[in-house]
């Protein structure tokens, strides 16, 4: 069964400093992937996707994956945290049958 | 501006009663979905509608209904069948074909007392 696992229920760390969301995915074909970020009490927002070609792919506000067929994962990374990315990020898999399965989220803490 | 509203942000309900959600799009986009979101369980699929006059169950549709009339909107009705309603509801549309990403409203919160 198609399945979205993000170990880390929640992550802290310090501004400026790296990054690194884990992702782990079950699927039997090709997948389309997708970080989404959701801002407390609101929608959530496309932060990047992966559908083919480069493993590394570019997103919005810095941030960046990196898919690995190899290990099943879609981490997302970003080198220098800000106050404001504090929020919750979701990985997804989109499984072609017009459904998207959503892992349960990390949410990230930043202190000063 | 296109996107995606809901409406209300904050619903209160007492138990028992049925309640609508709102959701419209300017967005023309033809998938049209129903999240609930619990904390620490990510986002479960309630309906989805992939054109006018037709939608589909997803995973929690029991206690739930919707309809699809137009294309911009996409109704959801808390019944009082649904056992725990109080949670976070999340409507997003999408344009048809694989991997297209999905847009989010800003979500209402109901509340049943």
């Known amino acids: 069964a198609q399945s979205v696992t993000q170990p880390d229920i929640h992550i802290t760390v310090s501004e400026g400093a790296s990054l690194e969301l884990r992702c782990n995915y079950s699927y039997g074909a090709t997948p389309y992937l997708f970080w989404y970020v959701q801002s407390p009490g609101q929608g959530l927002q496309l932060l990047l996707k992966y559908f083919s070609g480069d493993t590394l792919v570019q997103g919005i506000k810095g941030f960046e994956a990196e898919f690995k067929r190899s290990q099943s994962s879609f981490n997302l990374r970003k080198p220098s945290v800000h106050w404001s990315d504090a929020a919750e990020y979701f990985c997804?898999?989109?499984?072609?049958?017009?459904?998207?399965?959503f892992g349960a989220g990390t949410r990230l803490f930043v202190k000063a | 501006d296109g996107g995606i509203t809901q409406s209300p942000k904050y619903l209160f309900r007492k138990e028992g009663q049925n309640v609508t959600l709102s959701c419209e799009q300017n967005?023309?986009?033809?998938?049209m979905y129903w999240y609930r979101q619990d904390p620490g369980q990510g986002l479960r699929l309630i309906y989805y509608?992939?054109?006018?006059?037709?939608?589909q169950k997803g995973d929690i549709a029991e206690g739930y209904s919707v309809s699809r009339e137009k294309k911009e909107s996409f109704p959801l009705t808390v019944t009082s069948a649904q056992k725990n309603p109080t949670a976070f509801y999340l409507c997003a549309s999408a344009r048809q074909g694989r991997g297209n990403e999905q847009f989010f409203g800003p979500g209402t919160r109901l509340t049943v007392l």
């Open positions: 997804a898999v989109d499984t072609g049958g017009f459904k998207t399965i």
């Open positions: 509608s992939q054109i006018v006059n037709d939608f």
């Open positions: 967005l023309n986009h033809d998938a």
